[in-house]
Protein backbone atom coordinates (compact mmCIF):
# COMPACT_ATOMS: atom_id res chain seq x y z
CA UNK A 1 0.00 0.00 0.00
CA UNK A 2 1.33 3.17 -0.91
CA UNK A 3 0.75 6.83 0.96
CA UNK A 4 0.35 10.05 -0.23
CA UNK A 5 0.18 13.58 1.67
CA UNK A 6 -1.37 16.51 0.91
CA UNK A 7 -0.68 19.91 3.12
CA UNK A 8 -2.69 22.69 2.79
CA UNK A 9 -2.08 25.99 2.32
CA UNK A 10 -3.52 26.61 5.83
CA UNK A 11 -1.78 23.58 7.51
CA UNK A 12 1.82 24.93 5.52
CA UNK A 13 1.28 28.63 6.39
CA UNK A 14 1.10 27.16 10.17
CA UNK A 15 4.07 24.46 9.98
CA UNK A 16 5.94 28.14 8.88
CA UNK A 17 5.11 29.55 12.49
CA UNK A 18 6.86 26.84 14.45
CA UNK A 19 10.54 26.72 15.31
CA UNK A 20 12.55 24.51 13.61
CA UNK A 21 13.12 21.90 16.37
CA UNK A 22 8.86 21.90 16.49
CA UNK A 23 8.49 21.98 12.59
CA UNK A 24 10.91 18.77 11.90
CA UNK A 25 8.69 16.85 14.78
CA UNK A 26 5.57 17.05 13.09
CA UNK A 27 6.85 16.04 9.75
CA UNK A 28 9.10 13.59 11.52
CA UNK A 29 5.89 12.08 13.92
CA UNK A 30 3.55 12.29 10.53
CA UNK A 31 5.52 10.50 8.31
CA UNK A 32 6.00 8.32 10.86
CA UNK A 33 1.98 8.12 11.42
CA UNK A 34 2.13 7.25 7.40
CA UNK A 35 4.35 4.94 7.20
CA UNK A 36 3.65 2.64 10.15
CA UNK A 37 0.48 3.55 12.01
CA UNK A 38 2.47 4.47 14.65
CA UNK A 39 1.72 7.75 16.60
CA UNK A 40 -0.70 9.32 19.16
CA UNK A 41 -3.91 9.62 16.75
CA UNK A 42 -7.75 10.19 18.13
CA UNK A 43 -10.71 10.35 15.77
CA UNK A 44 -12.15 13.81 17.10
CA UNK A 45 -15.60 14.08 18.57
CA UNK A 46 -18.43 15.88 16.25
CA UNK A 47 -16.39 15.20 12.74
CA UNK A 48 -16.10 11.09 11.98
CA UNK A 49 -13.45 12.04 9.14
CA UNK A 50 -11.01 13.98 10.88
CA UNK A 51 -8.23 12.87 13.31
CA UNK A 52 -5.16 14.49 15.33
CA UNK A 53 -1.94 13.58 16.07
CA UNK A 54 -0.23 14.53 19.20
CA UNK A 55 3.28 15.87 18.90
CA UNK A 56 4.45 17.52 22.04
CA UNK A 57 1.74 20.37 22.70
CA UNK A 58 1.41 20.68 18.90
CA UNK A 59 -1.77 19.23 16.95
CA UNK A 60 -1.84 17.91 13.58
CA UNK A 61 -5.43 18.02 12.26
CA UNK A 62 -5.99 15.63 9.37
CA UNK A 63 -8.41 13.40 7.01
CA UNK A 64 -7.63 10.26 5.49
CA UNK A 65 -9.01 8.23 2.44
CA UNK A 66 -8.31 4.61 0.81
CA UNK A 67 -8.42 4.34 -2.50
CA UNK A 68 -8.58 0.94 -4.09
CA UNK A 69 -6.69 0.21 -7.43
CA UNK A 70 -8.45 -2.68 -9.44
CA UNK A 71 -5.81 -3.43 -11.61
CA UNK A 72 -2.60 -3.45 -9.79
CA UNK A 73 -4.58 -4.65 -6.71
CA UNK A 74 -3.03 -1.79 -4.56
CA UNK A 75 -4.13 0.65 -2.08
CA UNK A 76 -3.43 4.01 -1.93
CA UNK A 77 -3.62 6.12 1.03
CA UNK A 78 -4.33 9.95 1.06
CA UNK A 79 -4.07 11.93 3.94
CA UNK A 80 -4.90 15.48 3.90
CA UNK A 81 -3.27 17.60 6.47
CA UNK A 82 -5.35 20.78 7.71
CA UNK A 83 -3.65 22.55 10.34
CA UNK A 84 -0.83 22.52 12.50
CA UNK A 85 -1.72 24.28 15.76
CA UNK A 86 -1.01 24.81 19.37
CA UNK A 87 -2.97 22.57 21.79
CA UNK A 88 -4.71 25.47 22.77
CA UNK A 89 -5.72 26.65 19.22
CA UNK A 90 -6.47 23.36 17.24
CA UNK A 91 -9.89 22.24 18.23
CA UNK A 92 -11.51 25.69 17.61
CA UNK A 93 -13.30 25.89 14.94
Do not use: C
Not at 52 to 67: A, D, H, K, P, T
Amino acid sequence: MTAQLYWTDAALRDLRRLDMITHERVIAAMTRFVETGHGDVKRLRGNPVEFRLRVGNVRVRFSYEIEAVQESNTATSIFVIHRVLPRDRAYRD
